[in-house]
């Protein structure tokens, strides 16, 4: 059974470009969640995806966008890339929005030069 | 707002021994989860383990067990027989209706042979 699946594992962009970042979800989840770990600190909640809409948003700026697929999987998108996007991002999910049982990719490190 | 805060930035402990990490957190929901995550350096978030808040008993998973103070809102978590593969941050975690997963600012923890 695999488990959550990020992907790319590294990437780096310079400053004003755009990115895609892409998840699988554990077979069986539907919903999947996008955080953002910046170096030192702890995950920030970014958005919420469930059937195919944002459901829950964090503290982010329009420039992160995201979309899930009918397979349930997903994207996150950023915009106009900044110096301060540079931080490892996570993808959980779960099922039926239930957050008591996460389950974490491994992340993508996105390094912005 | 909904916070958790984690006093302790590092800890460090011998090999075999006990290491208690402290963990408080603020929210006006009555029904939540409380986590405590591990982050090695291989950046993969693993649960540790998980607590209902309706339910009065502190979890237990092997080594690993929580003091769980509803009132106090105060979430410890206690690593017994300590083990060099122990050795990861340390992450505080809740989450409410709102399906968005808050995270204290982590604690290192580091096992000494």
């Known amino acids: 059974d695999a488990g959550v699946t990020q992907s790319p594992t590294h990437l780096i962009k310079t400053r004003g470009q755009q990115v895609t970042l892409r998840c699988s979800p554990k077979?069986?989840?539907?919903?999947v969640s996008w955080y953002q770990q910046a170096l030192g600190q702890g995950p920030q909640f970014i958005f919420q995806?469930?059937?195919?809409?944002?459901?829950q948003r964090g503290n982010f700026p329009d420039r992160f966008s995201g979309h899930q697929f009918p397979n349930y999987s997903s994207e996150l998108n950023v915009n106009a890339l900044l110096l301060g996007d540079s931080a490892l991002y996570l993808c959980?999910?779960?099922?039926?929005?239930?957050?008591?049982?996460?389950?974490f990719g491994s992340g993508t490190q996105l390094s912005v030069l | 707002a909904q916070t958790v805060t984690q006093s302790q930035p590092e800890m460090s402990v011998q090999e075999a021994e006990t290491v208690t990490l402290s963990c408080t957190y603020d929210?006006?929901?009555?029904?939540?989860?409380l986590f405590w995550y591990k982050q090695p350096p291989s950046r993969q978030m693993i649960l540790v383990i998980r607590q209902e808040a309706y339910k009065q008993q502190n979890a237990t998973e092997n080594r690993f067990s929580v003091n769980f103070q509803k009132a106090a809102k105060s979430f410890s978590l206690k690593i017994s027989d300590s083990q060099l593969g122990d050795t990861a941050m340390y992450f505080c975690?809740?989450?409410?209706?709102?399906?968005?997963?808050?995270f204290g600012a982590g604690t290192t923890v580091t096992v000494r042979a």
């Open positions: 995806y469930y059937e195919e809409e944002e459901r």
């Open positions: 975690a809740f989450i409410t209706n709102d399906y968005k997963l808050s």
């Open positions: 077979s069986g989840h539907d919903t």
């Open positions: 929210t006006s929901e009555n029904n939540y989860y």
């Open positions: 959980a999910s779960s099922l039926d929005r239930g957050g008591e049982k996460l389950f």
